[in-house]
T-cell receptor, first 106, second 113 residues
């Protein structure tokens, strides 16, 4: 079974808006990672947050981690059409969720 | 370009057949992971190797096997293929197992007819 579960399954927004995706997991973790996948391509690592961290930033990305709730969120600010992709969370490197399909309309 | 190479890019074969997928990790990476992604599905972790040794096993069927060779490249063998095995198979590598990012290859698209 998958460890990470993303929510929502699909998200459609206008360019310039912010996109928030959530990830829940079941067991304790050492780290959580977010990846991006363009259609049919390999995944690209976005950001890693360790279990002792609560928030991390990378460019327009902001990731939070709440280990008490076993959840994480990925915020993409000022979205662009090029951000259209599927986004996955993964716990301890190997357990991926089903992903959130983000569509950013120009 | 992640530095991870996978061959072949596409593979079409018939049910009951056996195929081998090949992966060369990024230079310097010792750990290799294999994943299966069916249409509109998330990634299913299959198996992980580290420096030639099996490190972790996921949802890998008994019909599937893998190995990592001394030069660190890895092969995934799929046998007695079924229609449901049609999927994208990704290889990823990392420096060491654990809290390090993985670099994904472009995948092999397997179609079983």
């Amino acid at each position: 079974s998958q460890q990470g579960e993303e929510d929502p399954q699909a998200l459609s927004i206008q360019e310039g808006e912010n996109a928030t995706m959530n990830c829940s997991y079941k067991t304790s973790i050492n780290n959580l990672q977010w990846y991006r996948q363009n259609s049919g391509r390999g995944l690209v690592h976005l950001i890693l947050i360790r279990s002792n961290e609560r928030e991390k930033h990378s460019g327009r990305l902001r990731v939070t981690l709440d280990t008490s709730k076993k959840s994480s969120s990925l915020l993409i600010t000022a979205s662009r059409a090029a951000d259209t992709a599927s986004y996955f969370c993964a716990t301890d490197s190997k357990r991926f969720g089903a992903g959130t399909r983000l569509t950013v309309k120009p | 370009d992640s530095g991870v190479t996978q061959t072949p890019k596409h593979l079409i074969t018939a049910t009951g057949q056996r195929v081998t997928l090949r992966c060369s990790p990024r230079s310097g990476d010792l750990s290799v992971y294999w994943y299966q992604q069916s249409l509109d599905q998330g990634l299913q972790f299959l198996i992980q190797y580290y420096n030639g040794e099996e490190r972790a096993k996921g949802n890998i069927l008994e019909r599937f096997s893998a190995q990592q060779f001394p030069d660190l490249h890895s092969e995934l063998n799929l046998s007695s293929l079924e229609l449901g095995d049609s999927a994208l198979y990704f290889c990823a590598s990392s420096v060491v197992p654990g809290a390090y990012e993985q670099y994904f290859g472009p995948g092999t698209r397997l179609t079983v007819t």
